[in-house]
């Protein structure tokens, strides 16, 4: 199993990033997929999460800048960072959780935002 994530970057703080996430070797249909990230000395955190349903949840302090989305044709998830803030500032993972609850991550994506 593989998730490639590509799409993160510099931006200045209100700027927008498109994270996208690939994943071969899974059928992210019958999957729950979401995105982490990592800031620095800090534990990773959930960001966001979208069912096989397309039922979404976002962690408190992205709702109403962030929106995951997928599309399991193309075995594909992404996240579509708007009004990012510094705080924003982290390396972005992409997880699949298939049905019998066993996790799988990509390899990471930086965002950076500038003030």
């Known amino acids: 199993v593989q998730l490639q994530a590509s799409g993160g970057g510099l931006v200045q703080a209100g700027g927008s990033l498109r994270l996208s996430c690939v994943a071969s070797?899974?059928?992210?249909?019958?999957?729950?997929m979401a995105w982490y990230r990592q800031a620095p000395g800090k534990q990773r955190e959930l960001v966001a999460t979208i069912s096989r349903l397309h039922s979404t949840d976002y962690t408190d302090s992205v709702k109403g800048r962030f929106t995951i989305s997928r599309d399991n044709a193309k075995n594909t998830v992404w996240l579509q960072m708007n009004s990012l803030k510094p705080e924003d500032t982290a390396v972005y993972y992409c997880?699949?959780?298939?049905?019998?609850?066993?996790?799988?991550w990509g390899q990471g994506t930086q965002v950076t935002v500038s003030s």
């Open positions: 070797g899974i059928i992210i249909r019958v999957a729950t």
């Open positions: 997880n699949a959780k298939n049905s019998d609850a066993v996790n799988y």
